[in-house]
């Protein structure tokens, strides 16, 4: 809509809006017989203007989807055709036979090696603008053959373009790879070389610079126009190309988190570029991105820092099939909505001709229907200000005259329905209050066998209810388990683990199947309620489910000894109770559990410290233990004295893992007192003391264990060395007498008969 129908739309409103209630109903009539009018031919203005407005939209958007896919599909053979040709260079014979040759011999002024650097050099000149290197690297990753012969010598080896050909056994394109500087990108492009046996000996990779996709985009962007511009986008939503120009090349579209740009950038994936400068911060064009696979063509704002203009850009996206990137191509929408500036004024041309029309109408028509409505409206006022016992005149039987009938009905029932109202609305707030008590006491403990009988206890109590009861399904889904009940039957039926079916023979046990409420309002006229003798002043009854995740772990009963205690009006209330307890009983389930693991892991860990530590003291002659008399250390079976003791008077445990492997001991004058610094500072050195031993017994365990390790390989290599399997047995024999330090050692090779085995 242009903007004179703007601003004579804003005057007309504030015209008519400002004064309104100071007018007569005769000309709010008329003003509203206008606007009605002018509002009939806005609508059909605006439905065809937003008809041939989508019509438009959706002819650019099948448009630009079309040059998307296309130029996505131009990509896609891009990578495809060097993927396929990278593939085939990497058999050539010349390149096979050189990495076929030993380490040792892979020289580069070797007759195979000027041969294979002659074909690099050859295969790089398919496409010398952008083609950056060829270069052969042998099966540990190490760089034998290189166009740019710097690069000769390097390590490949963890680079994704050598690993993953290798893995795979395909031809593969790398990420965007960024340089040294910025505007330096490449895609890198890999296929396995394998000799004539078929094994795989090296890989040959090809760097491409992006500079190859630059052109190729900004030949494709006026697929649709020349003001038409077309966008590359990896899966960082990073542009790698861009046909309208550099300025925001290599830039993200929406900023990401500190940690995933030190990742990007360390992968070399992102420019090294101030993080500010990395993004243009578009969110609404990103989370269009994010939803292209329902809705491939949306609006945003795709070119920041451009002139600004009323409407966002149109935009259209293809994916790529061989890579996780994105073509977008744009248009703004002012070149394909043009048409619509003729139709919006011809539209204005309407609604002023139509609304003169209609208000010479209204004008008449006004004062013949504004006398009824006044009068109706004076009742309604009065009405409104409480007083009910007014009537309205019906003074014809037309459409007003049914509206003061209607009225006068809405009166009488307002009369009888305004006194039980606020009774009502009292007591669901007072049951509601009392449901959030108990939902906010249950919450506040943790046991449960201290949980479900407090809970039943004050459920009873808040809403003087004759029973409340509380059953868990079983652990088979069977049966349900009476776990809280109030008073003495309550307690006697725990007692006995007094059970119930889940089926349909009782009401809890109708609603552990079910999963749904029942309510019995009056005991002595259901068919599903079954008397108790041990309850026999039951009149009401409310059994809900007790769920959790969509699974019901038990009942909450509840009985009254007065007919219509529950109903389906205050169900809601029981439910949300329900639901609050439910919560209550899973947290505590599973703070016992948490508790209970927790208990059983400290106790495993303890256990294990102390298997580890007995085992280590056990091997030791003499366990450790040392004693220093302000002059020398010495061993501690030293310094004991006769009566086999040591005499101190203050020790703190050595503690590794809960469990005590040790003490520290101190022996203070009788005149001096530590202070709690001091204690502190000796507690402080037992724990590092600790520490210490334990990471010192892993070393020596890892120790050992290498030690194990290189013997069995050095015996292992000698005996692979063997020529038969006597020569073998005795270098098994020999070599383990030597490394083990005994003095006889028998390698006895003896097969049983089969009569032997039968017997």
Do not use: C
Not at 149 to 164: L, P
Not at 258 to 270: D, F, H, P, T, V
Not at 436 to 461: F, H
């Amino acid at each position: 809509m242009s903007k004179s129908i703007k601003q004579l739309a804003n005057r007309f409103v504030n015209f008519v809006v400002l004064d309104f209630t100071n007018y007569t109903l005769r000309t709010k009539l008329i003003i509203s017989f206008v606007i009605v009018g002018i509002i009939s031919v806005a609508t059909v203005a605006f439905l065809n203007y937003r008809f041939t407005q989508n019509a438009l939209i959706n002819a650019a958007n099948q448009a630009l989807l079309g040059a998307a896919s296309q130029t996505a599909a131009s990509v896609d053979t891009f990578i495809t055709t060097n993927l396929k040709a990278v593939e085939i260079e990497a058999q050539l014979p010349p390149l096979v036979q050189f990495l076929s040759l030993p380490p040792d011999q892979q020289q580069y002024n070797s007759p195979e090696g000027i041969a294979a650097i002659s074909v690099l050099r050859t295969l790089s000149r398919k496409d010398p603008v952008h083609i950056s290197s060829y270069a052969l690297l042998d099966n540990r990753g190490r760089n034998i053959l290189d166009t740019l012969s710097h690069d000769v010598g390097t390590d490949e080896s963890s680079q994704a373009y050598f690993q993953i050909p290798l893995q795979s056994q395909q031809p593969y394109v790398s990420s965007v790879t960024f340089g040294e500087t910025s505007n330096s990108a490449f895609l890198y492009f890999s296929s396995p070389v394998r000799n004539s046996a078929g094994d795989i000996i090296g890989a040959l990779r090809l760097r491409y610079s992006m500079l190859a996709l630059q052109q190729l985009i900004t030949r494709k962007g006026g697929l649709t126009g020349l003001d038409t511009s077309a966008l590359l986008l990896d899966e960082s939503r990073l542009r790698l190309a861009d046909s309208q120009g550099s300025d925001f090349l290599y830039t993200l579209i929406a900023p990401l988190d500190q940690a995933m740009i030190a990742e990007l950038q360390a992968a070399k994936r992102l420019p090294n570029k101030p993080v500010e400068a990395l993004s243009t911060n578009q969110v609404d064009f990103a989370r269009g991105l994010g939803n292209i696979a329902t809705q491939p063509a949306f609006a945003a704002d795709v070119h920041p820092g451009k002139a600004s203009h009323d409407h966002l850009d149109q935009v259209a996206v293809a994916a790529l099939r061989t890579h996780p990137w994105l073509i977008a191509f744009v248009q703004s929408p002012e070149i394909f909505q043009a048409p619509l500036q003729a139709q919006a004024r011809a539209s204005l041309l309407w609604a002023v001709a139509i609304a003169s029309i209609v208000a010479v109408g209204a004008f008449s028509l006004g004062q013949f229907l504004a006398g009824p409505i006044i009068r109706l409206t004076a009742v309604a006022r009065a009405v409104a200000s409480g007083d009910l016992q007014v009537q309205a005149p019906i003074e014809a039987q037309d459409e007003i005259g049914q509206l003061a009938m209607a009225f006068n009905q809405m009166t009488a029932q307002l009369r009888n329905l305004f006194g039980s109202l606020e009774e009502q609305v009292q007591e669901r707030t007072v049951e509601l209050a009392l449901s959030i008590e108990v939902g906010q006491r249950a919450a506040a403990i943790r046991d449960l066998d201290e949980l479900l009988p407090t809970i039943v206890e004050l459920i009873q109590e808040r809403f003087h209810l004759y029973h409340t009861q509380v059953y868990f399904v079983d652990d088979l889904g069977q049966n349900l388990i009476l776990r809280a009940g109030t008073g003495s039957v309550g307690q006697e039926l725990v007692a006995r683990r007094h059970s119930l079916p889940v089926g349909p023979g009782s009401i809890v046990g109708r609603v552990a199947a079910e999963a749904q409420p029942v309510v019995v309002p009056n005991t002595e006229i259901s068919d599903i309620h079954k008397p108790s003798p041990l309850l026999p002043e039951t009149r009401a009854e409310l059994a809900i489910p007790l769920m959790i995740e969509g699974r019901v772990i038990g009942v909450l009963d509840m009985q009254s000894d007065r007919v219509n205690t529950f109903t389906k009006d205050n169900l809601t209330v029981f439910e949300a109770m329900a639901t609050q307890l439910a919560i209550s009983i899973d947290s505590a389930q599973q703070w016992t559990a948490s508790q209970e693991a927790q208990r059983k892991a400290e106790e495993a860990v303890r256990q294990l410290t102390r298997q580890r530590w007995a085992e280590t003291l056990t091997s030791r002659r003499n366990p450790p233990g040392y004693i220093y008399d302000l002059s020398s250390v010495k061993p501690l079976s030293e310094a004991i004295n006769g009566q086999g003791r040591l005499q101190s008077n203050l020790s703190v445990p050595v503690v590794i893992q809960n469990e005590p492997i040790g003490q520290l001991s101190v022996k203070v004058p009788d005149e001096k007192q530590l202070s709690a610094d001091e204690q502190a500072l000796l507690t402080a050195v037992a724990q590092q003391l600790a520490q210490k031993a334990e990471n010192l017994r892993l070393f020596e365990v890892t120790q050992q264990r290498a030690t194990r390790e290189q013997f069995a390989r050095q015996i292992t290599d000698k005996i692979r060395a063997s020529r038969n399997i006597e020569t073998a047995l005795k270098t098994a024999a020999a070599e383990l007498s030597k490394v083990l330090g005994v003095a006889k050692t028998v390698v006895d090779l003896k097969v049983d008969s089969i009569d032997d085995k039968d017997q």
